[in-house]
């Protein structure tokens, strides 16, 4: 499955953006997705994942009540929906997918990654 991540950009600290990953040559339905970021001179770490259906949703502490993940299977589009942006989550974000990911917050466990695309949040 090929990911194309879109949707980074600037914005002010409390903004909002709203990043979006396609999905194409798979069953994207199939797939857990992740995103992950890496932030400069940082490793990249993990910051929320999708079950295949949707119904389940997992998030680093650092985002959670401010990220929110979401899928729509029928646009083989996965989203994640940033609000109450701190300067801390700049970084380059890439949404990942696996089929039987392990360890749904390790980066390694996925087999397929998007190229990145680069939020700023500016203080």
């Known amino acids: 499955v090929q990911l194309q991540a879109s949707g980074g950009g600037l914005v002010q600290a409390g903004g909002s953006l709203r990043l979006s990953c396609a999905a194409s040559g798979g069953t994207f339905s199939s797939y857990r997705m992740a995103w992950f970021r890496q932030a400069p001179g940082k490793e990249r770490e993990f910051v929320a994942a999708?079950?295949?259906?949707?119904?389940?949703?997992y998030y680093a502490d650092s985002v959670k009540g401010r990220f929110t993940a979401s899928r729509d299977n029928a646009k083989n589009t996965v989203y994640l929906q940033m609000n109450s942006l701190k300067p801390e989550d700049t970084a380059v974000y890439y949404c990942?997918?696996?089929?039987?990911?392990?360890?749904?917050?390790?980066?390694?466990?996925?087999?397929?990654w998007g190229q990145g695309t680069l939020v700023t949040v500016s203080s």
């Open positions: 990942a997918a696996d089929l039987h990911p392990k360890n749904r917050h390790l980066s390694y466990d996925y087999a397929y």
């Open positions: 999708i079950s295949w259906s949707g119904s389940n949703t």
